[in-house]
């Protein structure tokens, strides 16, 4: 299938919005919600994410492998299904904690956390395969992927505003009811064609490593693990950045809501960008949009309300392209290497891992860095302060800007 017609986008990208509802809180919200309510240091809630990160990781390459070799007919609508019951138990259970979990509050985390990464995991790495394998064409797989991250940012917009209007309980039930009703209109959605001829050269690979074969991935896996890292840096400590440098913490939500929102309408630019310029090239200049627009939060202090909302609304531009680009790029060099509607599974069980592996080093290296410099929420010194401001705001900008410096240099811009 080449041509989507609109409504089987949108069919296809409704399963993005709890997908994005489910995972924000867990980076964002997590690390605060369990300091408060159970008095657990930064440094150990940083541990536990990274470790349970890194657990769930490595599982997700062996979930590509199960997805590739499960029977090809229907194979991605079993396993999103397979995916729900333990997202649903696992993300109830984080954010409504019952008493007894106050004995001890690490255990809980912990278990809940792996549940909810587990269905995460099989959710998304089926979710994703299903769409690369809908099509390669370039006009077409950028606006599946742009239909699919704007759902994605639309359900972002809503975990951003729900704890500020109705608490953090509430996040549970609203998304339980619409994981539900999306995975039952993706059922509807439609389903890849015949299955691609793989090349001679790689029929006999079939291990989790298959897609560093693909020399067009290793070039694409390394720019998004660093540019992911720079991502994940400053939406670990986001909260802590408003709440001690700014001391806005009160419009914490309506930050994020700006941030995500301008990213969600930036959707249609970089899309009819990428179709025109290249996947590649439109990557790169949002790259530098997005350093430019970032780096000035260093010099922000208490009270900079409308700077810091200006900084969102034009980095939250540039994370349109971020959300965007990449995975449409990572449609392109599936096919290129041959392994269309076959292996998909491999490709983003990679992925995955690379995003699960950026987000653990954030929490678990920033977080205890932080503490060990200084930092400590609420409690700040010269010292604390200065070092949360390199921490939210240069490392990220100098990592993208590696990120960008090997993206000039990718062999990219030809597929």
Known sequence: ????????LLKYGLFGLPLALVA??????????????????????GLILLATRLFDAFIDPAIGRWLDGSPARNRFKRAIWVGVPPLIIGFSALFLPPVFAQKFPL???????LVVYVGFSIATIA???WGAALTQALDQRSRLTATREAFGLIGVVLAAALPGLLGTSW???VFVLLLLGSAAVLQIAPQPGATAALRVADTNDHGVLLPFRNRRFR????????????AAIPATLFLFFVDDQLQLGKYGGLFLMLYFVAGALSMPAWSALARRFGEARVWFAAMLLAIAAFIWAYRLTAGDMVPFGLICVMSGFALGADLLLPPALLA??????GHSRQKEGAYFGIWNWATKINLALAAGVSLPLLQYLGYHPHLISPEGAQALTVGYAVLPCTLKLVAAAILWKAPLYDI
């Not at 299938?1 to 089987?8: E, R, S, V, Y």
């Not at 392109?332 to 290497?337: F, N, P």
């Open 1 to 8: 299938m080449t041509k989507l017609a609109f409504p089987a």
């Open 24 to 45: 924000l809180p867990v980076y964002v919200y997590i690390p605060q919600f369990y300091a408060d309510r159970f008095s657990i240091s930064l440094s150990l809630i």
């Open 107 to 113: 255990v809980w985390l912990v278990l809940a956390l």
């Open 127 to 129: 979710y994703q395969s």
């Open 171 to 173: 996040l549970p039930p």
């Open 219 to 230: 070039w694409l896996f390394g720019i998004f693990m660093i540019n992911g890292i720079a």
């Open 332 to 337: 392109a060099v599936i096919a290129d290497g």
